[in-house]
């Protein structure tokens, strides 16, 4: 109430002054390791180990050329990228129809099922799994990692777009009905076209977090099939021989989960907010 | 004209489909066939697990395929409740971990969601930069900020001699690695919470708070009165959503400790896993499993409780 005289524009400035300072420390806390990741990678390994750490030196490109070319990177890159892509694809065919069969036809003990499939630990699986990929043959090869890393999207697929089925309106297909498609048409001519901005959602998700994952490839993965996070923590082996090697791996395994989100970032929030508000 | 005339044909058919055959006994049964084939596939995937795990812990196996399992009936159970020393530290550290973690993102991230809930410049900008740590690469993350916190020439060493602090050892102390542990936890996550908690702040109507500063209604009273309340359902969702990955967290202290110093940071999570892939005793890790997941359904338990009760 005193402040008012002072001149209500003057309180208004401090407060907005204040507010874009709270922000931008906040930002920084948040950015920060991101920045540090990218800086050292350019530092070779003795300039990362100066202590005090150093902000001004000669950037290299070395710390990159070596993860690329000595620890066939390009060949662990494929090997994620094939995996994310194999499970995505795959999710989507399974996941698909179980979030429309949800949303139109109300199975509400699968939604239930499928929510505690989230509950479970991934370890739980790994232990039955590895027996038994073992005696089938599936351990280092890309059928058993696709299929171990649909434990993840089809859940997440299923769950976020029941949101999105749920929206489409039933007018529209009854109207195709009408016109005589077929219930397995109208999910594939009306349904489906109308959730795209769902897929996306969901689609990014899913490819980040199977890009992501390191406990499955760890355990079920081997020469052959390695993916790009079991690289990048084998560069841990030679601890604080390469520090240089770490930061540079860590900055192009992160480096296109960042691009993604930069690109699709409202749909990518869309879809982290979804799976926690119906929760 | 058209389409009408096509209803009226239509029509009289409806009554009639058992004379057409499989198609249209397909097309009757549709849902089935909508959920079906996922719900085969994690019946397969998942239950199967979900009973050989539950089988697996009445025996005990080092997973050799020259050796059959041994029955030991509860007998791994006994021995988890009965005083297992690894057990019973990997549940101290599990509750301090993921009860103080989910504590502090919780409350940070409810304030950090009243700070952005509001028009200012950038602020598309601000929630993308804000969600990276949730999508960046754990294992990466976690190699990081494991150098960031070496003693020796950490950033985080720099940042305490800098503000004065006394010198810490971080990951490398036994009552330090948890705190340490958990800012990391704290910062990856807070995110997370604080956009799920903007999407429930947004969509509250705003003729209330008119009402309330009419009533003279300070934001602070506001806030605990009426925003809180409000937004309660959507925060304790988030919490939920971030108690069940808290309690799995792997990654990130696997890679950054591995558990360490010595058992220090060894959750329950990565007890299991050493049980399992480091001594191989399939069936003791089995039982462990099996109490891990019942943790985990009580915490959920417990926290719809709080949903419900009061909301």
Known sequence: MTGQSAGPGRGRRARRASFYCALFLVLVVFIFPFFWMAFNSFKTHEKILEYPPAFVFTPTLDNFKNVLVQSHAVQYTWNSVLIAFGSLGVGMVLGLPAAYGIARYGHRTLALGILVCRMIPGISFLVPWFIVFRALGLLDTYTGLVIAHLVITVPLITWIMIGFFEEVPVELEEAARIDGCSRAGVFLRIALPLVRPGLVSAGILALIFTWNSFLFPLILAGVKTKTLPVLVYSFMTFDYLDLGGVYAASTLVTLPVIVMVLLVQRQFIRGLTLGGVKG | ?311
């Open chain 2, 1 to 311: 004209m058209a389409s009408g005339k096509a209803e009226i044909r239509e029509k009289p058919k409806e009554p009639a489909p058992p004379a057409i055959g499989l198609s249209s006994w397909v097309d009757r049964h549709i849902s089935w066939f909508f959920v079906l084939p996922a719900v085969l596939f994690l019946g397969a995937v998942l239950a199967f697990p979900v009973v050989y795990t539950g089988g697996l812990s009445l025996f005990r196996w080092s997973g050799a395929a020259a050796t059959p399992p041994a029955w030991v009936g509860l007998g791994n159970y006994a021995d988890v409740f009965a005083g297992d020393p690894g057990f019973r530290n990997a549940i101290w550290v599990t509750a301090y971990f993921t009860g103080v973690s989910l504590l502090i993102e919780v409350s940070l991230g409810v304030g950090l969601a009243q700070l952005l809930n509001r028009e200012f410049l950038g602020k598309g900008i601000a929630r993308t930069l804000l969600i990276l740590p949730v999508a960046g690469t754990p294992v990466a993350l976690a190699l990081i900020w494991r150098h960031m916190y070496n003693p020796s020439n950490g950033i985080f060493t720099w940042f305490a001699e800098v503000l004065r602090l006394p010198p810490q050892r971080w990951l490398a102390d036994a009552t330090t690695v948890i705190p340490s542990l958990i800012l990391f936890d704290v910062w990856q996550w807070t995110p997370l919470i604080m956009l799920i908690t903007l999407a429930g702040l947004v969509s509250l109507p705003a003729d209330i708070y008119e009402a309330a500063q009419i009533d003279g209604a300070s934001p602070w009273q506001a806030f605990w009165r009426i925003t809180l309340p409000l937004v309660r359902p959507t925060v304790v969702a988030a919490a939920m959503l971030r108690f069940m990955d808290s309690v799995k967290t792997f990654d990130q202290i696997y890679v950054s400790t591995q558990g360490g110093p010595g058992i220090a940071s060894q959750t329950l999570n990565l007890y299991v896993f050493d049980q399992a892939f480091q001594y191989l005793h399939f069936g003791y890790a089995s039982s462990l499993l099996v109490v891990l997941f019942f943790v985990i359904l009580a915490g959920n338990v417990v926290l719809a409780s709080v949903r419900r009760g009061r909301a």
